[in-house]
């Protein structure tokens, strides 16, 4: 069994950073892709961001391509989300996800089986 949690929410204003960490425990890491997804008040799920297993390719929503940066560090079984020049419209939970159904990378969250617990990103404007 994969288990997820994700830490380093919190309040920031807007163009201010944070950096979102994932721990995945509970099988080996890094063999398969990771993904950031978000949730806002009244909206459905959303992909963020991507990285494949080896982490040689990464994807990124339009709406935060340029602002964010995935990353993941396979020793520490650790997945990463830094987020620079924060809107208020980036205010949602924020989740990580993994997936064993593919090896490359996905924006569909019915394709990602293992999901941590989210945590709360609020950017005041």
């Known amino acids: 069994q994969v288990q997820l949690v994700e830490s380093g929410g919190g309040l920031v204003q807007a163009g201010g950073s944070l950096r979102l960490s994932c721990v995945v425990s509970?099988?080996?890491?890094?063999?398969?892709?990771m993904g950031w997804f978000r949730q806002a008040p009244g909206k459905e799920r959303e992909f963020v961001a991507a990285i494949t297993w080896r982490g040689a390719n990464t994807y990124y929503a339009d709406s935060v391509k340029g602002r964010f940066t995935i990353s993941r560090d396979n020793a520490k079984n650790m997945v990463y989300l830094q987020m620079n020049s924060l809107k208020p419209e980036d205010t949602a939970v924020y989740y990580c996800?993994?997936?064993?159904?593919?090896?490359?990378?996905?924006?569909?969250?019915?394709?990602?089986?293992?999901w941590g617990q989210g945590t709360q990103v609020t950017v005041s404007s």
């Open positions: 509970g099988r080996t890491f890094s063999s398969f892709p």
């Open positions: 996800a993994a997936t064993t159904y593919r090896v490359e990378i996905t924006t569909l969250p019915t394709e990602y089986n293992y």
